[in-house]
């Protein structure tokens, strides 16, 4: 059987990245990160827990690379450039043959993005992955939630909803005959490997006012940042760009999930509206769609419209880990 | 029933940190940090599940202490002064008593060292504490597991075996009977509640060649410093500093138990022999014991000895989470 050690050797030690920010990484007590002179370093934390995140017997690889994506995530949201992670890691048991994909899935995706693996933690316990990601950024620079202004316009990165109706077909919500073969498995890919807007948060600094990544769906997210910046908004709800899965379904569904799906891990941000063409120029500078979906309001609340400009009575929930059975 | 969002601001949410190096706390995408100007970012990561790292039902403020003690004490062993950390929780219910509990735990031993929460992520799943921390120090100033050099005095911090002892009678391997009552709640509290010898390691600055902080055993611990920096080392078990409770123990279970208890949370590291009254003097500084107890060789292996300098033929094993039961 494989000890602690030679697990973390086999699997997560490579050569030191040439990388001048790193000083030093996996093997000793701490890493040690020495960012460039006048940066910042952008810091997020996520933990991914079977059957909460991702359903037992998940695909190893792809559950390696969605555990840095939605990481990868939050440092595109801020803006950052991504550097190093850690990984702590909970296993019940030292399965060679899972880590082996684990980590196939996870450095591949790491090393897309020039971002190093410099220290990590494993132990025995039911399956939970913790990475925590580092990103740098010029100070004062970050896309902060706190930044949206009135004016502004709200955009939203690629597409919506597809992740969700994957999640509806694997929990058998949504019966897998019903949607065609080739967009299903467009739909899984979204939910199992989403790709982290890194080089769209970085395209849109000095552009961007406030931004945020979509993790618990659309309008629980825009939320956040309707709170932090102290005004409202409203959403053309049918401006929502559903993902080519989505997009065939009945309209009742298309706008609950596009709106409140979850697992889109694309960008949510606002901008001046003066600025329209600098982030269509930002947009197609990281090959990513932007697609713009409503305005910011001095007044506090989120206002749901048709594409007719009628009110849409729909209550949006955020995803709570705690609240959903 | 609280919220997940809910939870997060009733017990971890506090006025942001008076500490220009954290440019932005809780409640974004990222935390973001500045740090000084030529100091780099020690980084070190420790996930602690329940059944492995402590008992089910264990003392919640207890619990919380330790978490982030066991991560500065990886900062300590680096010689990096602590700045912040993030904290990823999985819960399986929202239990408010636990949650005040362990956060007061947490944050009593954060305010000790200045050391702010500046992130995380909550989730409902079996009992996981994930915390990542940062420290820092002058770039060049870390003290590193490799550093270590023929001819140095190798030492040791505090004291060794108690944790071990009463981990031995909370599972049963020993009865409580057996040990005084008062002695026995010193070693409870010295498994419960370890101090991260913060102080030490930032005083050992400029005079410490290598250190390590002992999480595992003195005996593998150390090994860990030996294979790193490619020599061996000649130790004293007996000079090996006992803790009062296992001090009372008879010879074989208090050599095996300072040697490879486990769970010591103090420092090993190794110094030049011409600093002997430097070192001490960093202990007297940090209001820290340290303990002189063998030398670093040129041939590689460790030998063990006992106080008359007569081999000794123990087989100290590493802790190691995937191969014991």
Redesign the interface.
Known sequence: ?????D?IHRYFTRPPAADTRI??GI?????????A?GM????????L?????FLAGADANALGHKSLAVNLS??A??G?SPVAF?????LP??DADWLAGFSKGLLALADLHGCSL?????????L?I?I?V??ELP?SA?L???AARPGDDVWVSGSLGDARLALAVSLGELPATDIDPELLALATKHLDMPTPRVALGIALRGIAHA???LSDGFAGDLRHVLE?SGCGATIDVDALPAGPTIAAQPQARRRAWTLSGGDDYELCFTAPSHLRADVLAAGLAADTAVTRVGSIDAASGLRLRDRDGNPLALTPASF????TP
Do not use: W, Y
């Open positions: 059987m494989l000890s602690e050690f697990l000083a030093l093997g000793d007590d701490c890493a040690l990160l020495q960012p002179p910042q370093l952008a810091i997020s934390t996520d933990m827990v079977e059957g909460r995140h939050d440092l949201a801020m950052a850690t990984l702590a890691l909970s048991t030292a410099i220290g990590g933690d494993t132990t025995k316990g039911p939970n913790c925590t580092f990103g100070s970050a902060r939630r706190d931004a945020i990544d932090r709570d880990h705690f609240l």
